[in-house]
């Protein structure tokens, strides 16, 4: 059984896909990375926000909440400028995953 612990491992977005056996298309991925994390990186911390103590509960979320934004991208979502833009702040994106699951900032370097 998969556990917060292992997916508090997880590095890559490809890494998300496997961990909750999501079939995914490699290019689209490739293209829309930054895109794709920074979203379900919204939706995680949400998911963590609202945690009530029931790991599997929230692993359920998890899981769905990546489908649901791969699935937007891969029907065609794309963001507009303003989005992207408002995804920058002083040339440097805003938070990442990473800052998103870990109270303490975990290994990244934003």
């Known amino acids: 059984m998969k556990t917060l612990n292992d997916f508090y491992q997880l590095k890559d977005a490809e890494d998300y896909f ?6 995914y298309d490699k290019h689209i991925v490739a293209v829309k990375r930054f895109h794709i994390m ?7 911390k949400k998911g963590f926000e609202n945690f009530n103590g ?20 891969k029907h065609g979502h794309a963001p507009s400028a303003a989005e992207v833009w408002g995804m920058i702040e002083d040339g440097k994106a805003k938070g990442c995953l990473a800052c998103a699951i870990s109270s303490e900032g975990g290994n990244c370097a934003c």
């Open 54 to 73: 029931d790991e599997k509960y929230l692993m359920d979320f998890l899981k769905f909440a990546l489908m649901r934004v791969y699935m937007d991208y």
């Open 18 to 23: 496997h961990f909750f056996g999501i079939e």
């Open 38 to 44: 920074r979203e379900y990186g919204a939706l995680v």
